[in-house]
Every structure is written in C-alpha cells, then in structure tokens.
C-alpha cells in the first residue's frame, strides 16, 4: 500500500459548472422528481435580480416555486422555522438554495424538517439522518464555505449562543451548480472574506493528520493553488469572470476536501466566536488562521513545507524554513485582500478574563477540534484567542 493508511471518500454531489447554467435550475429539479420547489435565498438576491431569471426557469417548465427570502447572514433556527413552515403549507417536494454559506446551510436543515419531519433540534448531531431527503439543488454566489458540496451544515442557536453541527452523508445536496457569473456582483470585502474561508478548509483539511487521504490532499493543493492566485485579483476586479470562475471552483473542492478529511482549531475558536457575536465566519477564519498555524507548527511544518514548495513559494528542502516562508504568504494573502488581522476590528469587545475562559472551553468542545492534528487545552486557546485579539 506505500504506507497509504485507509480510508473512505465519499462525495455524492453532482457538480456542473459554467457560465449562466443556474437557469437550468427548473429542469435539473424536474429531472430530480421535483414539482413544488422552496427556494432559499436572501434579500439581496431579489434586489440585484440574481434570482429572477432563475425563478423565469421555473415558469418556462410550468413548475410551481415557493420563495423564502429572509435568510441572515447569520442564520438561526428562528429562520430555518419560519422557511420550513412555509414549505409545509406549500407541500413543497424540493429544495433549491441560492445564496452564501449562510443560504446553503439553511436550506439543508430546512430540507430534514420538510423530509423527516420535527423540529431541527431534534435531529442535530453527526449521522442522525436515517434516509434519503427530497431532492436538493445548490446553486453558490460565493466562492468560500463549500457548502454546495459539503455533508455538514452549520446553525446558529441564537438563545444559546452557539453554533449547532447537522451531519450525515444524507445531508450532501444531489446537484450543485456553479455559475461564476452571479458572483460578479459580489462586494469586495464578501469576496474576500469567503475567499480566506475556502483558504482555510484546504490548510486544515491537508493538516488534518487522522483521516485525510492523497485524494483530500489533492484536492487541498490544486485549490490553493486557484486561490492564491486568482483570489486577489477576484477581489481587486470583480467582473474577472476568470478570476470568479477559479475561486468558485477552488472553493468547491475545499469543501469536498474538508468534509471528507475534517477542519480544526480554527474552525473550532470560529465557530465559539460567531456563535457569541455573530461575527463574519470567514473574516474570523482569517483572523485565527496565522495563530492556529502557529499552534500546529512543531508536528505539521511538513506538510506546510510540501504546501510552499507545491505553490512554489519556496524550494528550501529545510521543512521549518518552507514552513514559516508559506505562514508568512497566509499573512500577506489576507494583507492584499484588505481583511482585519484583530478580533476588535470584527466588533469582539474587550473580555474579562472569566468570559475568554468561557469562550476557550467552549471551543474545546467543538466538533472541529476533533480533526486537529495537535491537542488543544483550554489555555492554549486562551492563548490564541489573547493573541488574536
């Protein structure tokens, strides 16, 4: 086996890409044994006419649709209640979700409750699904969370104040389509921001030592790869549509990468932070990412010295020299895209010393964490979280 450990890749997702596909929305959920669709999106989409030529589709193949509009950025339960009830009225039999990470992962736990019925808590956790949902159809207008092919999606109990993990090979979309021209409308600062979240799926995917595999590893290199090159100038230049064509791709296969071989300390003081302050996911991914490659050093520096020398950013064969030159080019990535480097730049006030604690311990319960090549104390992230900040 040339020391290759077992593993399972499973991405059940069928993937098309190509410039104005999303009008063929209607057909591919006709195809799919769809008749009455709910579409999740967000105000914005209405308002900048993203989503009329892709509703005109499902006029032109005489299928009724159904629209919910009101996803945040940040989407609760309170949001994924609301979509569901609507879907429920509508016996709506099909789910298509056009928008971000936030959008993407709304409609997929709005689909367990339309398919198996109860409220979303109920069926939270990892592998909880039982059955196949109804069909799905994800149509991404940004380049970052990986959504659109990934088996997990992410929900924010507002009450709570924290994130909630859905999981379950069940949960993947059928069909995802990506369309780079509805990302060029994109805001720079989104574009960015999404951008350093796809950046950090391939990072801690390739770092993840328990479950990747040279597929993930793969998957990893080529997309950072796209996203170092072409994430800039996606950022600086928005109607690029080579630009937007590559990121999108590149992000994609972050997504199968990281939902196949896991994330880690990043996503894991992300995820505690967003939950508390409902803070951009991928401006704080950016934020962290530095400190948690520096955490990680001392038992991965090989495998961010493999990283440089596959983008070319070094050919030094010392591992710890490679290593600290691709760290550096992190840093100088997140510069040119203009994201903050501090936690109070995204709003995080000023904590006391029992409530970083809090927080730290928190994040040490993240399911993210589980895949971090290194094991993390509560006080190793206090002390990432002091360094951030």
Same mark, same amino acid.
Do not use: W
């Given at each position: 086996?040339?020391?290759?450990?077992?593993?399972?890749?499973?991405?059940?997702?069928?993937?098309?890409?190509?410039?104005?596909?999303?009008?063929?929305?209607?057909?591919?959920?006709?195809?799919?044994?769809?008749?009455?669709?709910?579409?999740?999106?967000?105000?914005?989409?209405?308002?900048?006419?993203?989503? =009329?030529?892709?509703?005109?589709?499902?006029?032109?193949?005489?299928?009724?649709?159904?629209?919910?509009?009101?996803?945040?950025?940040?989407?609760?339960?309170?949001?994924?209640?609301?979509?569901?009830?609507?879907?429920?009225?509508?016996?709506?039999?099909?789910?298509?979700?056009?928008?971000?990470?936030?959008? *993407?992962?709304?409609?997929?736990?709005?689909?367990?409750?339309?398919?198996?019925?109860?409220?979303?808590?109920?069926?939270?956790?990892?592998?909880?699904?039982?059955?196949?949902? #109804?069909?799905?159809?994800?149509?991404?207008?940004?380049?970052?969370?990986?959504?659109?092919?990934?088996?997990?999606?992410?929900?924010?109990?507002?009450?709570?104040?924290?994130?909630?993990?859905?999981?379950?090979?069940?949960?993947?979309?059928?069909?995802?389509?990506?369309?780079? *021209?509805?990302?060029?409308? *994109?805001?720079?600062?989104?574009?960015?921001?999404?951008?350093?979240?796809?950046?950090?799926?391939?990072?801690?995917?390739?770092?993840?030592?328990?479950?990747?595999?040279?597929?993930?590893?793969?998957?990893?290199?080529?997309?950072?790869?796209?996203?170092?090159?072409?994430?800039?100038?996606?950022?600086?230049?928005?109607?690029?549509?080579?630009?937007?064509?590559?990121? #999108?791709?590149?992000?994609?296969?972050?997504?199968?990468?990281?939902?196949?071989?896991?994330?880690?300390?990043?996503?894991?003081?992300?995820?505690?932070?967003?939950?508390?302050?409902?803070?951009?996911?991928?401006?704080?991914?950016?934020?962290?990412?530095?400190?948690?490659?520096?955490?990680?050093?001392?038992?991965?520096?090989?495998?961010?010295?493999?990283?440089?020398?596959?983008?070319?950013?070094?050919?030094?064969?010392?591992?710890?020299? =490679?290593?600290?030159?691709?760290?550096?080019?992190?840093?100088? *990535?997140?510069?040119?895209?203009?994201?903050?480097?501090? #936690?109070?730049?995204?709003?995080?006030?000023? #904590?006391?010393?029992?409530?970083?604690?809090?927080?730290?311990?928190?994040?040490?319960?993240?399911?993210?964490?589980?895949?971090?090549?290194?094991?993390?104390?509560?006080?190793?992230?206090?002390?990432?979280?002091?360094?951030?900040?």
């Amino acid at each position: 086996m040339n020391n290759i450990s077992p593993f399972i890749f499973y991405c059940p997702t069928r993937i098309e890409f190509g410039e104005n596909l999303s009008i063929s929305a209607a057909e591919c959920l006709q195809t799919s044994g769809g008749s009455k669709v709910l579409i999740i999106c967000d105000e914005g989409l209405i308002k900048t006419g993203v989503v =009329a030529p892709i509703l005109n589709s499902f006029q032109e193949q005489g299928m009724i649709a159904h629209t919910f509009s009101d996803v945040p950025s940040d989407s609760d339960l309170s949001c994924v209640n609301q979509a569901v009830a609507l879907g429920q009225a509508a016996n709506c039999n099909a789910v298509l979700a056009v928008g971000g990470g936030s959008v *993407l992962d709304t409609a997929k736990v709005v689909n367990i409750c339309l398919s198996l019925g109860g409220n979303p808590l109920e069926h939270q956790g990892m592998n909880n699904l039982t059955r196949r949902l #109804l069909p799905s159809l994800a149509i991404p207008t940004t380049a970052g969370t990986g959504s659109e092919v990934s088996q997990v999606a992410m929900i924010k109990d507002a009450k709570e104040g924290r994130k909630l993990l859905f999981g379950s090979r069940f949960l993947a979309y059928d069909t995802a389509i990506l369309d780079p *021209l509805l990302l060029v409308s *994109l805001p720079a600062k989104l574009t960015a921001a999404t951008g350093l979240d796809a950046v950090t799926h391939g990072i801690e995917a390739y770092s993840a030592e328990a479950i990747r595999s040279p597929i993930t590893d793969a998957l990893c290199l080529e997309s950072l790869r796209l996203l170092f090159n072409f994430l800039p100038q996606a950022t600086k230049c928005g109607d690029d549509l080579a630009a937007r064509a590559n990121t #999108l791709v590149a992000a994609s296969m972050a997504g199968m990468a990281f939902t196949n071989a896991g994330v880690g300390i990043v996503h894991a003081l992300t995820h505690t932070i967003g939950g508390q302050f409902s803070t951009h996911h991928g401006a704080t991914n950016a934020v962290f990412l530095p400190h948690g490659m520096r955490f990680n050093f001392d038992v991965v520096a090989h495998r961010y010295a493999s990283v440089a020398r596959y983008l070319k950013f070094s050919d030094n064969q010392n591992d710890q020299t =490679a290593a600290k030159i691709f760290i550096t080019k992190v840093e100088e *990535l997140i510069a040119a895209v203009g994201l903050p480097t501090r #936690l109070r730049d995204l709003g995080v006030p000023n #904590l006391a010393e029992n409530q970083i604690a809090e927080l730290a311990y928190l994040a040490t319960l993240d399911s993210a964490i589980m895949f971090n090549p290194k094991e993390a104390s509560s006080q190793d992230m206090v002390n990432i979280y002091k360094r951030a900040y």
